[in-house]
């Protein structure tokens, strides 16, 4: 009967999180670019000088809600709403255990032509398990 119970709520974290997904497409959904620094490349004039290039991977994530508002201090702050699905395979991929690890990883978010820094991130449950992620950037 223990079993019941378990595969009963994992099924509805799963579907919690298909909603979520549901919803955020019909909310006008959309992929955002999160933006994540590679291994520093070594080359050509930086290599006399002592530097090294920083290179940068820019990665899809999708679907997302970008809500804005402006901070009393004049800064933009902007709140990114994503299904817990969307996040998934960039965890796996990076080795991240929680969408908190994957988002200290990211070098910001890109809205527009401006790269937010991750302010926060907190997640939504059901049943135990995350459907959706908010993740606060700023300038």
């Known amino acids: 009967m223990v079993d019941l119970v378990v595969t009963h709520a994992a ?3 799963r579907m919690a999180s298909r909603a979520a997904e549901a919803m955020l497409r019909a909310l006008g959904g959309r992929e955002v670019t999160v933006r994540f620094a590679l291994l520093a490349v070594a080359g050509g004039d930086a290599r006399q000088l002592g530097l090294s290039l920083r290179q940068v991977e820019d990665v899809q994530l ?8 402006d901070a009393e201090d004049g800064r933009s702050k902007v709140e990114v709403l994503f299904a817990a699905g969307a996040l998934e395979g960039e965890m796996k991929a990076r080795g991240a255990a929680t969408a908190q690890e994957l988002f200290a990883m990211a070098d ?24 959706l992620y908010h993740v606060k950037v700023t300038e």
Request: no cysteine; net charge negative; glycine share 18%.
């Open 108 to 131: 910001g978010v890109v809205i527009g032509d401006r790269v937010l820094r991750v302010e926060q991130v907190s997640a939504e449950f059901f049943a135990g398990m995350e459907y």
């Open 62 to 69: 999708g679907p997302a809600v970008v809500r804005g508002q």
């Open 11 to 13: 099924w509805q974290g």
